[in-house]
C-alpha cells in the first residue's frame, strides 16, 4: 500500500495517521478550500466572527464533517484556526487529541 504516514506529537500526546494514495488528491483539496476559506476571512476582517467559548475560530472542509458523530474509522482532520494569540494550522485524529502549528499563514497550505 502506498500512501504517507503522518506522526503528531505535543506533550504528552502522540498520534499516527496512513493517508492512503488513493485519499491524498482528497486531502489536498480539502486544505485548499480551507486555506482559501481562512484567506477570504482574514481579507474581509471577519475570521473571528464565530468564536467558541475558548476564543477560537475554525475553518474547516466539509469533507471533515462527520455530521457531530465520531469517525468510524481513524482518520486526519484539518482545519485553520484564529485563537486569542495566533492562527496556524490544526490537525487531529479524533482520538481526544489535536495539534496545533501556530503562527502558520493559510496561504502556506494553498496551491494556486
Same mark, same amino acid.
Given at each position: 500500500m502506498r500512501g !504517507?504516514? !503522518?506522526e503528531l506529537t505535543s506533550g504528552d500526546s502522540k498520534d499516527e495517521?496512513?493517508?492512503?494514495?488513493?485519499?491524498?488528491? !482528497?486531502?489536498k483539496d480539502a486544505l485548499d478550500q480551507i486555506a482559501g476559506e481562512a484567506m477570504r476571512q482574514q481579507d474581509e476582517g471577519n475570521?473571528?466572527?464565530n468564536?467558541?467559548?475558548d476564543g477560537t475560530s475554525y475553518v474547516g472542509a466539509e469533507v471533515f464533517w462527520y455530521a457531530d458523530k465520531p469517525a468510524r474509522v481513524h482518520v486526519l482532520n484539518a482545519a485553520h484556526y484564529f485563537g486569542p494569540d495566533s492562527s496556524g494550522l490544526y490537525l487531529s485524529?479524533?482520538?481526544g487529541a489535536g495539534f496545533r502549528f501556530p503562527n502558520q499563514e493559510a496561504s502556506q497550505l494553498y496551491d494556486r
Open positions: !504517507i504516514q !503522518i495517521v496512513f493517508l492512503g494514495e488513493e485519499t491524498l488528491r !482528497i486531502y475570521a473571528r466572527d468564536l467558541t467559548p485524529a479524533f482520538k
